[in-house]
């Protein structure tokens, strides 16, 4: 009878916890069942009375309001910001700019799916379309990549009159201000098609539609400032860069020693209240270039002209390069990867008030604006890039498997070539539906940060991982550059990806999961909102209500968390039915273990997991791995459930759970209080660690994808620079892919009849003629092997040069700076 009473009583109480029971119903159900206890069973008065006083206390102190106030909540908020980590004020802008909206799902434990899959798809629309299919098209066979960055080093100058004149730098300026007006997916498509011809290119249009002047002008600038340079920029009438990165201030860009003294100066011949600016910046993409300056520094008020403050913190400027005391720096070149990059600096140059952008209104608002605008961008351009750059690996890697043969075979159909090749169609497909759903946010109007750094980092990073497999299978002619290399530039443009706009090492190990918890989890940013109010009773009742909401919640995801670890997810409830099934639901278990992780983690460790790294980057793993494989599930949905893209989905959600498991084992093995830890892995992993790698006949499967021409495979390189024109490599490893399915069962016959003794010569040729000879082919199948061969000898053939070599005249780097004031 105990037995019983005491499991119902368990089960009632996971229950409650499970479904995040409100405070009313946890007292009802604590008073029916000692009711039931104290009437239904021959329970001992000194046995109930103990009981009936422990729970009427429990009653009183936490069920009333003012009582816990007084006797939990105060002292609760006296440790809290002790223990609370500090944060500056440029930190916390960042942490409060831009918008969540799926990631913030994914940390409640419980994500609701529909809101996942009534996000409407993006489409383009038919003018979109059309400027896809006419100039971007155009522009790709315009650009010879081989004369671009070995030759000229610059994009010749007919692409930049034509990318000028066909509004590419003004793909985000409104209609109304002489753009294109285009959304996010036609923003993110454009740069992936001219990323998968000439990364140049790509770098090119993307910094001015990206963080910069236009976009800034767009969200803050004065209405004098949009109808001013909105038009001029959308007509390349400008060229704008943005400045920001200087010899101190790189990943803490907040620290910027660039200055600006509010002062008066002359301007345009006449006598104006403005600013007097000194910096010294560098790496500045288009800098060399450019017309407009956008510079970020420091303002001051040392003589009060504007009020009181001194100090008034970060703001922006448009500088026009022609301005007396600036000066633009010789080139940078990144990885010869040789877009416009490089430094400049200023020495007391004067702009005036109206050069501000948003003028006098936005002063000391420039970190918040700059973090706005990079919680938009980061989501579009890295990724579009490096989508462009697995879209290309996977399209011309397996091709060129199918079509290269060493031991007599496609080297695509040995197995250690096949689990590279897995990798590349899996991350690809899963790239693309990453940013195919980030788009889809940006669409609908969210700037959603948390995601936009996820994708960033992660989407560069399986560019990286991507590429690598690419330049191992393409081997030697991978690694010779030339016009006839598809993936040596890209091999090289990838630390470029890596570092800008936050660098990755940083933006995993500082800003996914630090940002994420203040942002996405329901409870923490109210307490740290509440524990800041400096009036008191407000911050008590405040810090009580999210406390005990907090409570509330760790409770349901640690009854969540066991529940589904024990069931491994079967039990729960999956939006769908069909293959994807299990993996909505084994979503719903990882969702509950992360939610449960990373409170435990920030439970124990407090302000001191901002300095603990390895473990913000490990819990922020696990959350972005929840966004991309509810990306790839999404994808599956929107596309209309094509079966033959299952293997694609199934390599990319079984490598995304072992991710997963793997970031929260490690992140246990490395938790300080160790009972805790050990008590966490028994509540996450009670039935053991169930996920591994993708398995061997997965991997064929996906790997085979990539060799043999089909609708999946076009569906998973659409949007690059593809051609059937034979003055581009492109057009001659297409044909030759085509040539190699066809001509691969005559292969095979030649293979079989070698082994078998019936032919008898070595070389191919001789082999076909044999096996003509004998019937075992017809005459077309010869021919067809003598195609084959032509164009694999073009596929195979790498680039050789006379007279290599070209003089640079190098710049000497100045040791010390005297351009800050
Ligand atoms: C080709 C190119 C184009 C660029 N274009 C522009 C531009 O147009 N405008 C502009 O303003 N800037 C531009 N940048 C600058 C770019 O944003 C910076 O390079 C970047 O912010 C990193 O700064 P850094 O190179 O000085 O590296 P550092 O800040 O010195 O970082 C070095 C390493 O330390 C890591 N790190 C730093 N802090 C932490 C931390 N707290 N935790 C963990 N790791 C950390 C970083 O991740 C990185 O791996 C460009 C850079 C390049 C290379």
Known sequence: MWFIGLVSTLAIVWYLAYQGAGASLWIAVLISSLVAVTLATDIQWYISTPLWLVAAALIVILGVPAMRQRIITRRLLKQFRKVMPAMSRTEREALEAGSIWWDAELFSGRPDWEKLLNTPRPHLSEREQAFLDGPVETLCEMLDDWKITHQDQDLPPEAWDFIRQEGFFGLIIPEEYGGLGFSALAHSEVVMKLSSRSIVAAVTVMVPNSLGPGKLLLHYGTPAQRDYYLPRLARGEEIPCFALTG??????????????????????????????????????????????????????????????????????????????????????????????????????VFVPMSQLIGEQQYIGKGWRMLVESLAEGRGISLPALSVGAAKVSSRYTGAYAAIRQQFNMPIGRFEGIEEALARIAGLTYQMDAARKLTLSALDVGEKPSVISAIIKYHLTERYRQVINDAMDIHAGSGICLGPSNLVGRAYQALPIAVTVEGANILTRSMIIFGQGAMRCHPWIIR????????????????????????????????ARSLFLGLTRGHLSR?????????????????????????????????????????????????????????????????????????????????????????????????????????????????????YTEPDDSMSHKAAGMLLTPSASRDRLTQGIFITDDERFRQGIVEQAFRQAAIVAPVEKTLRSARRSGVISARDRLRQAHEALEKGLISEEERKGLETMRMLRRRVIAVDSFENYGKQHVLQTVPETSNHVA
């Open 247 to 348: 010899p101190d201030a790189g990943s803490d860009a907040g620290a910027l020693p660039d200055s600006g003294v509010v002062t008066k100066g002359q301007w345009q011949g006449k006598t104006v209240l403005g600013v007097r600016l000194n910096w010294e910046k560098r790496y500045i993409t288009l800098g060399p270039v450019a017309t407009i300056i956008g510079l970020a520094f420091r303002l001051h008020d040392p003589d009060h002209l504007l009020g009181d403050k001194e100090d008034l913190g970060i703001t922006l400027a448009l500088v026009p390069r022609n301005t007396p005391g600036v000066t633009i720096g010789a080139r940078h070149i990144p990885i010869d990867i040789p877009f416009q990059n490089g430094p400049n600096w200023g020495k007391d």
């Open 527 to 558: 307490e740290f909102s509440a524990a800041q109010n400096p009036d008191h009773g407000k911050a008590v009742a405040d810090f009580d209500h999210a406390v005990f909401g907090h409570l509330g919640f760790l409770l349901g995801n640690t």
């Open 574 to 690: 999956s939006p769908v039915s069909g293959p994807t099934r299990r993996y909505y639901q084994q979503l719903n278990w990882m969702s509950a273990a992360f939610a449960l992780a990373a409170d435990t983690a920030m439970m124990t460790l407090g302000g001191a997991l901002k300095r603990k790294e390895r473990l913000s980057a490990r819990l922020g793993d696990v959350l972005s791995e929840m966004y991309l494989t509810s990306a790839v599930l999404k994808q599956f949905e929107d596309d209309g459930r094509p079966e033959e893209d299952l293997p694609l989905l199934l390599w990319a959600c079984e490598n995304s759970f072992y991710r997963m498991q793997e970031s929260l084992r490690l992140l246990i093995r490395n938790l300080p209080f160790r009972p805790l830890a050990w008590l966490l892995r028994a509540v996450l992993f009670p039935s053991g660690f169930p």
